[in-house]
């Protein structure tokens, strides 16, 4: 099966150009040096069914720059966590509930739920007339795989983030994790060899106390034998063409825009 997976944001929680700084990278007037907030979407070639993974503050303008027609739409958000760079878009998924007249599916941890309703207490009031807040159907992940699709099974690992986990997930031969400090050897060993296109969060070059950084995702796409080797979720201080001219072969930096046609392989079961 081939899926479509598009980057929409590559920065990481300040985006980039960061608000009042004035650094080689915020100052350029390159446009693979601006990152909207991380997520990305995922696309069925077969029936323009689309996925999201998170719901980032910039998600509006995200959504805009597919411009998407009536019959497009988004039905499915997958969460890797809520941290405020990964959730607070989350009310504009309420469009899609205004046109389609549906729940949209949300997948995402007991503990992501439990703050994602904290954080959007308004959106869960019972006494709210319908419409103006999102419809929600919650789907529980737990460290097994699930149907996102019923012929599209996902794997998802629970990886350390800080005092959280951030759930990265493998759709067959495509994998995405951001804002994880590493994978355990047993989470290594599960996916290696398995996956031909990932994309990884690292931060910068140099290390981070909550984050993996460039060099040591850079070791991690080694050890799961990733072939293409996408790395996301960058700070103002990654300039695109320094950085990615230091990178070996088969590892890339991430954009805004940046798109991939992705062979997943067959995924109708776990
Ligand atoms: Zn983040
Ligand atoms: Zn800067
Ligand atoms: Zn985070």
Redesign the pocket.
Known sequence: MHIEVKVLGSGTSTG???VG???????SDSSYNKRLRSSILISRQDNQEHVIVDTSPDLRAQLLSQGWGSGETLKKVLYTHTHADHSHGFDDLRVFCFRDKKPIDVFLKQADKEDLMKRFSYAFEASLYSGVVPQIQFHHIQENAFALWPDVWVEPYFLPHGTVQSTAFRLGRFAYATDFQNFSEKQIRGWQGKIDTMIASGVHMRSHPTHSSIPETLALFDRLEVRRGILTHLS??VDYVTISSQLPPGRELAFDGMCLSVDIGDVSLP
């Open positions: 980039v150009p960061v700084c004035d650094c080689q990278v915020c100052l103002h201080e």
